[in-house]
């Protein structure tokens, strides 16, 4: 028995009454159609269970279908999670990820974008943070043709190329509850220089620590580079202070966790002795003991999102630019029970 033969673009096109370009056109989402050349299309194509080639479709484009994760990020994790939430969009599509880390400090910077993006012809780039926030790279993919959607923890772009959080007024109202608490003195480990979030999330601690009427005590605050022993030297160097913390707030978890180690290795209690709250709620804040109290952010929502503006910009004109984080209340942090005035 014959087998039974998978049909072609030229079966739609005929079928359609349309030629083979304009068929084309209606596969590769191309604006330049009426509503109803593009639904009568549609329903052969759906009718004759047609599936184009993605080969073809690529050589037609000039593009590959793949989507570019671009970052100089060193949270490892923070990368990991970005990398599911695009994987949870483009899987059971033709569409692949190439994930490209770079030297933000590169003098060839841009020329070395440039020539991945045209040696992997992608369809799209996602940039994370705080390469998100160069302008003249975002300019650089748009001039190459290239589809790009940026991730902030503030308005970068216009958004139907950004996915952004509160960093900012999460962190505040984190501070405020930490104040609810009664902790008065509180200590806080800000991300490096440079990165947007960093600055998103003191500006959250300064403001919290204002609405709540406390004083910031410049002897308690440091900065660490979102890794671990970054976050365990801070937590060292505030618990050395003359009149130390009662708690902690650490501009991500992986650092949250330094602080934790630094604490416990004093024969600090967490968190009858000390209170500690992290940013992210990465997989270490509930795999840690004890659990970590922290603030949500929503990163593989944000990367799924990023990813359908990339690759069904029309679908995705209806879902959100901005995503609020949320505290996760867990064990690391409780009312305090010394001093108040201390």
Same mark, same amino acid.
């Given at each position: !028995?014959?087998?039974?033969?998978?049909?072609?673009?030229?079966?739609?096109?005929?079928?359609?009454?349309?030629?083979?370009?304009?068929?084309?056109?209606?596969?590769?989402?191309?604006?330049?159609? #009426?509503?109803?050349?593009?639904?009568?299309?549609?329903?052969?194509?759906?009718?004759?269970?047609?599936?184009?080639? +993605?080969?073809?479709? @690529?050589?037609?484009?000039?593009?590959?279908?793949?989507?570019?994760?671009?970052?100089?990020?060193?949270?490892?994790? !923070?990368?990991? #999670?970005?990398?599911?939430?695009?994987?949870?969009?483009?899987?059971?599509?033709?569409?692949?990820?190439?994930?490209?880390?770079?030297?933000?400090?590169? +003098?060839?910077?841009?020329?070395?974008?440039?020539?991945?993006? *045209?040696?992997?012809?992608?369809?799209?780039?996602?940039?994370?943070?705080?390469?998100? *926030?160069?302008?003249?790279?975002?300019?650089?993919?748009?001039?190459?043709?290239?589809?790009?959607?940026? !991730?902030?923890?503030?308005?970068?772009?216009?958004?139907?190329?950004?996915?952004?959080? #509160?960093?900012?007024?999460?962190?505040?109202?984190?501070?405020?509850?930490?104040?609810?608490?009664?902790?008065?003195?509180?200590?806080?480990?800000?991300? +490096?220089?440079?990165?947007?979030?960093?600055?998103?999330?003191?500006?959250?601690?300064?403001?919290? !620590?204002?609405?709540?009427?406390?004083?910031?005590?410049?002897?308690?605050?440091?900065?660490? #580079?979102?890794?671990?022993?970054?976050?365990?030297?801070?937590? *060292?160097?505030?618990?050395?202070? *003359?009149?130390? +913390?009662?708690?902690?707030?650490?501009?991500?978890?992986?650092?949250?966790?330094?602080?934790?180690? @630094?604490?416990?290795?004093?024969?600090?209690?967490?968190?009858?002795?000390?209170?500690?709250?992290?940013?992210?709620?990465?997989?270490?804040?509930?795999?840690?003991?004890?659990?970590?109290?922290?603030?949500?952010?929503?990163?593989?929502?944000?990367?799924?999102?990023?990813?359908?503006?990339?690759?069904?910009?029309?679908?995705?004109?209806?879902?959100?630019?901005?995503?609020?984080?949320?505290?996760?209340?867990?064990?690391?942090?409780?009312?305090?029970?010394?001093?108040?005035?201390?």
């Amino acid at each position: !028995m014959a087998k039974a033969q998978k049909p072609t673009i030229n079966d739609v096109a005929r079928l359609s009454g349309v030629s083979k370009k304009t068929v084309s056109r209606v596969i590769n989402k191309s604006p330049l159609l #009426n509503q109803a050349t593009r639904e009568k299309v549609e329903a052969v194509i759906a009718q004759l269970d047609y599936v184009p080639n +993605p080969q073809a479709r @690529a050589l037609a484009l000039r593009r590959n279908f793949l989507i570019g994760l671009i970052h100089d990020n060193p949270n490892a994790q !923070m990368v990991l #999670n970005v990398q599911e939430g695009i994987l949870d969009t483009i899987r059971a599509t033709e569409f692949a990820l190439v994930v490209r880390p770079v030297d933000r400090h590169s +003098p060839t910077l841009l020329d070395d974008i440039r020539h991945f993006i *045209e040696q992997q012809r992608l369809y799209g780039v996602m940039l994370l943070p705080p390469l998100s *926030e160069n302008d003249e790279l975002a300019r650089l993919c748009r001039d190459l043709g290239c589809t790009v959607v940026r !991730m902030g923890s503030a308005r970068l772009d216009d958004e139907a190329h950004l996915v952004a959080s #509160n960093d900012q007024e999460a962190v505040c109202e984190a501070v405020e509850w930490l104040a609810h608490l009664g902790h008065h003195r509180i200590g806080f480990v800000a991300g +490096p220089e440079g990165f947007r979030s960093a600055r998103e999330r003191e500006l959250g601690f300064i403001a919290g !620590m204002g609405r709540a009427g406390l004083t910031i005590d410049p002897a308690l605050l440091t900065r660490g #580079n979102y890794r671990f022993e970054s976050g365990k030297a801070a937590g *060292e160097a505030l618990l050395d202070a *003359e009149n130390p +913390p009662s708690a902690i707030f650490a501009s991500n978890d992986v650092m949250a966790a330094g602080v934790l180690h @630094a604490a416990c290795a004093r024969g600090l209690r967490v968190p009858q002795d000390l209170s500690i709250i992290g940013f992210d709620d990465t997989a270490i804040a509930a795999h840690i003991w004890p659990p970590l109290t922290t603030v949500r952010w929503p990163i593989r929502a944000m990367a799924r999102t990023a990813a359908l503006k990339l690759i069904r910009p029309e679908t995705a004109a209806r879902e959100p630019a901005f995503f609020p984080s949320d505290l996760v209340r867990r064990a690391s942090a409780i009312e305090y029970s010394g001093d108040p005035t201390g």
